[in-house]
């Protein structure tokens, strides 16, 4: 080797030990790349990473779609590789965006890891894309820094048609899929075809599989105690001497629980000159949609907080109710108490009037007493 040529070698590995490695892009992707939906029945599209052999430990992402083309029903974050949400998945359906964000502790390699599910349903004939946006969007290295790696995006392609020959699923016991029932006990049904076999599972995962090594013959089955939250009934037939066709699914709620106790404050400090009722709760399962209030025989549907009271004087107790989106209720009351424990106010007028009084009395007084000396 000449003198040269050892001098090129050394100065090309001093420069690979020196020099950075460009890593290639981390990957944010849509699932299926397409496929066939029938309008106005659910599908499952998940949002995946490929991190590309890069050690990442967070995300940020925000994915758009078509508002008037499909309707996004829900994010499920059920076999995600994210350990740590710092942005909960939030869907603004106006604009038709999600947005989250989160991590995963020390970091991890990703080849290709499931972030989000999304239970989507197209509501007109045609063509539309479900997209990540990569210019609001980041992935971090776990180098100590949280360096965004180089990101690239794949959309995909919902093609959404009427499909007169598919699977369709009811469920007369939850006969509204996108409503919450407080009924554990799951019906679905199917217009079978004879000798054709059927092969299904429930599940909160919207991607499962039903296991079609056991398919049997029905047209229907139940689920004596489902558990509260979302489910997803996966459904795939086989027709004699065919093949498995695609997998169908429908979606059931299920919320037995009550919202969270909760209690109610009486206070003069919100609506000024008038005592009102403060009051709040949340639902574990769904979300509470309406409070009613009651003043003795006095009944307020659809109420909130603050609210006024009717009878100023406080002389009959309080019963409110908060209904969750399934119709279970939490009571509160507060017994009558005509000022304690509630900050009482005059009206401005009547404190007015009231020195106004005051005064003028005074005057009559000391004239009456200027008259008796005169």
């Known amino acids: 080797m000449t003198l040269q040529r050892a001098m090129l070698v050394g100065v090309v590995a001093a420069c690979a030990i020196v020099l950075p490695r460009v890593a290639r892009a981390s990957i944010l992707y849509v699932t299926p ?21 890069v050690v990442v430990n967070a995300v940020q992402v925000r994915v758009t779609y078509n508002p008037k083309a499909v309707d996004v029903l829900e994010v499920s974050k059920v076999g995600s590789f994210l350990k740590l949400w710092t942005a909960e998945p939030h869907i603004d359906p106006g604009a038709g965006v999600i947005t989250f964000s989160g991590g995963v502790p020390n970091g991890s390699y990703v080849i290709n890891g499931r972030l989000i599910s999304l239970v989507v349903r197209p509501k007109i004939i045609g063509t539309t894309t479900v997209s990540v946006d990569v210019g609001a969007s980041s992935v971090h290295a776990n180098d100590g820094l949280g360096t965004a790696t180089a990101l690239t995006a794949t959309p995909a392609r919902l093609d959404a048609q009427f499909l007169g020959t598919e699977l369709m699923i009811s469920s007369p016991s939850h006969p509204d899929e996108d409503a919450w029932y407080q009924n554990a006990s799951v019906q679905f049904s199917w217009p079978a075809v004879e000798g054709a076999l059927y092969a299904y599972v429930l599940s909160d995962d919207p991607n499962a599989i039903p296991d079609t090594r056991f398919g049997v013959h029905t047209a229907d089955v139940s689920y004596s105690n489902a558990q509260e939250g979302t489910h997803f009934f996966a459904l795939a037939e086989r027709l004699p001497n065919d093949g498995w066709g695609p997998v169908v699914r429908r ?110 009395c005074a005057g009559a007084v000391l004239a009456v007493r200027r008259a008796h000396r005169a």
Not at 302 to 308: D, G, I, L, Q, T
């Open 251 to 360: 979606r059931v709620r299920v919320d037995r629980s009550a919202p969270l106790p909760f209690t109610i404050q009486p206070t003069g400090d919100v609506v000024p000159g008038k005592l009102v009722l403060v009051f709040a709760t949340t639902d574990a399962i769904s979300q509470v949609v309406r409070y009613r209030v009651q003043e003795g025989d006095n009944v307020v549907e659809n109420a909130s907080s603050p609210y006024v009271l009717r009878d100023q004087q406080f002389r009959s107790d309080v019963r409110i109710s908060a209904f969750d989106a399934a119709g279970n209720e939490q009571v509160a009351t507060l017994a009558a108490q005509p000022i304690a424990g509630a900050s009482r106010r005059a009206p401005v007028g009547l404190l007015a009037g009231g020195a106004l009084l005051l005064v003028l």
């Open 33 to 53: 790349e397409s496929q066939t939906v029938a309008v106005n029945r659910t599908a499952v599209v998940d949002v995946r990473l490929n991190s590309e052999n």
